[in-house]
């Protein structure tokens, strides 16, 4: 007992029980098992062995450390809520640029020159005020075929990717890869730029989890042939499908997700960060120069 919980002594100078250190009218014969403190019923809070006091719970649970998924995540019931909310982003500007507003899709797209501003500063290359098309075009798509297979494969591979890494860090996987292949598809278009989907992104995504299988060591073998697949297929119809945009997401994807997945666990945090912070800075760093250099 505490010191100043001194047995209280009987009519007859016998010892009785300790009083409860919360309600010290009350006697009682049981302790708390962390700070031995006396507790009576009402105080009892009970515990794998015995009973412990309300402020010893209390603590015991502040110093319970939050789990962790594997890549420093928080594990979710729903591990693929980003992913249905960017599926229903797509489909929502879709119905809005195709049916409701249909010139909406020129202001939203990714384009630094169209008809008829094949020879004025245009888009994105009008300045800063314009860069809202790096994000914007990622949602936008150009026919129901296109929509489809892009958010076929963002169902494919996007559950997985954000259950292991978490809400978070999936979410700026995503978006720096979607931005950086717009901004490869700014570099290398230049003035010519007309580019639109969610293509850049999901590259990243395959990327990602082409690193993701390297490091549970699961054979490379079906993700290479995926990736394999898709790059004969961008470069076959490189007249209808932005490779710039597909490239520049790939390897955004494949940076970002050596970072996120490689990185050691006592600064995984900081160096998680610095990653993404590191390709978002290229990424505008490749804009900055393309358009001054189109502005010079």
């Given at each position: 007992?505490?010191?100043?919980?001194?047995?209280?002594?009987?009519?007859?100078?016998?010892?009785?029980?300790?009083?409860?250190?919360?309600?010290?009218?009350?006697?009682?014969?049981?302790?708390?098992?962390?700070?031995?403190?006396?507790?009576?019923?009402?105080?009892?809070?009970s515990?794998?062995?015995?009973?412990?006091?309300?402020?010893?719970?209390?603590?015991?649970?502040?110093?319970?450390?939050?789990?962790?998924?594997?890549?420093?995540?928080?594990?979710?019931?729903?591990?693929?809520?980003?992913?249905?909310?960017?599926?229903?982003?797509?489909?929502?500007?879709?119905?809005?640029?195709?049916?409701?507003?249909?010139?909406?899709?020129?202001?939203?797209?990714?384009?630094?020159?169209?008809?008829?501003?094949?020879?004025e500063?245009y888009?994105?290359?009008?300045?800063?005020?314009?860069?809202?098309?790096?994000?914007?075009?990622?949602?936008?798509?150009?026919?129901?075929?296109?929509?489809?297979?892009?958010?076929?494969?963002?169902?494919?591979?996007?559950?997985?990717?954000?259950?292991?890494?978490?809400?978070?860090?999936?979410?700026?996987l995503?978006?720096?890869?979607?931005?950086?292949?717009?901004?490869?598809?700014?570099?290398?278009?230049?003035?010519?730029?007309?580019?639109?989907?969610?293509?850049?992104?999901?590259?990243?995504?395959?990327?990602a989890?082409?690193?993701?299988?390297?490091?549970?060591?699961?054979?490379?073998?079906?993700?290479?042939?995926?990736?394999?697949?898709?790059?004969?297929?961008?470069?076959?119809?490189?007249?209808?499908?932005?490779?710039?945009?597909?490239?520049?997401?790939?390897?955004?994807?494949?940076?970002?997700?050596?970072?996120?997945?490689?990185?050691?666990?006592?600064?995984?945090?900081?160096?998680?960060?610095?990653?993404v912070?590191?390709?978002?800075?290229?990424?505008?760093?490749?804009?900055?120069?393309?358009?001054?250099?189109?502005?010079?």
């Amino acid at each position: 007992m505490l010191p100043d919980e001194s047995a209280r002594t009987g009519a007859e100078g016998g010892h009785q029980l300790p009083g409860c250190y919360r309600h010290p009218e009350r006697e009682t014969g049981v302790a708390c098992g962390r700070c031995g403190r006396p507790i009576c019923p009402e105080c009892m809070v009970s515990a794998s062995v015995g009973f412990q006091c309300p402020e010893c719970v209390q603590g015991g649970h502040r110093e319970v450390r939050r789990a962790r998924t594997r890549f420093g995540g928080l594990p979710v019931a729903d591990g693929a809520l980003v992913t249905k909310t960017l599926i229903g982003l797509n489909l929502l500007v879709f119905v809005l640029t195709e049916y409701v507003r249909p010139e909406w899709w020129d202001t939203l797209a990714l384009q630094s020159a169209a008809p008829p501003h094949w020879f004025e500063t245009y888009g994105v290359a009008a300045g800063p005020e314009q860069w809202y098309r790096l994000v914007t075009a990622m949602f936008v798509h150009g026919g129901v075929a296109h929509l489809v297979m892009n958010m076929v494969s963002l169902w494919v591979l996007g559950p997985q990717l954000e259950r292991v890494l978490g809400r978070l860090r999936f979410t700026g996987l995503y978006v720096v890869s979607g931005l950086m292949g717009g901004a490869f598809s700014y570099l290398f278009a230049g003035e010519r730029l007309n580019s639109v989907g969610a293509s850049g992104a999901i590259f990243g995504l395959l990327g990602a989890t082409a690193v993701l299988y390297r490091v549970s060591r699961v054979p490379l073998g079906p993700v290479i042939a995926l990736l394999v697949f898709n790059l004969v297929i961008t470069f076959s119809l490189s007249s209808v499908i932005d490779w710039r945009a597909h490239l520049g997401g790939l390897v955004a994807g494949a940076v970002t997700g050596v970072g996120l997945m490689y990185a050691p666990q006592a600064r995984r945090g900081l160096v998680q960060g610095l990653t993404v912070a590191g390709v978002l800075a290229a990424t505008v760093l490749i804009v900055v120069l393309q358009t001054a250099r189109l502005n010079g």
